[in-house]
Every structure is written in structure tokens, then in C-alpha cells.
């Protein structure tokens, strides 16, 4: 699995760390899936687990997903 992008909905409990409606790189990690977890770059640069239900994935064409990673 690659990165992926996703849009923060909620920041309930992590206002300093997540911004609503901004886009994140969100990082494989199949531990942390199993258990309702989402391993995301953060506004201090650092990957930290979060819960999943404060992401949505989103899905953009390749040329645009590729541009956002490249600027990460």
C-alpha cells in the first residue's frame, strides 16, 4: 500500500495537531487500521497515529496526487 491522502473532518481533541478540511499524506500501516487508527503527517512535520474517524480518503487524479506528495 502507498501513501494516500486525506481530509481532516474532525480535530475534536487535537486542535493544536489538525486542521479541519485540510488535506494530509496518511502512511501505510496495517497495525494501526486493525485497530481504528490512521498513521498521518501532522502539522509538526511527524507521522502520529490518530483515530481513522477523524479522516476521510479522498481520491484525486494521479497527476494532482502526485503534485500534493512531490510538495510534502
Known sequence: ???Q???CVKNDGFLVSLERRK???ALP???AEK???TRVVDESGEDYLYPSK???AI???VALKR???DAA
Do not use: E, H, T, W
Request: charged share 10%; net charge positive; no cysteine.
Open 1 to 3: 500500500m502507498s501513501k
Open 23 to 25: 488535506i494530509y499524506v
Open 29 to 31: 500501516d496495517a497495525q
Open 35 to 37: 485497530n481504528g487508527m
Open 59 to 61: 481520491l484525486l487524479p
Open 54 to 56: 477523524l479522516f476521510r
Open 5 to 7: 491522502l486525506v481530509v
Open 67 to 69: 503534485a500534493i506528495l
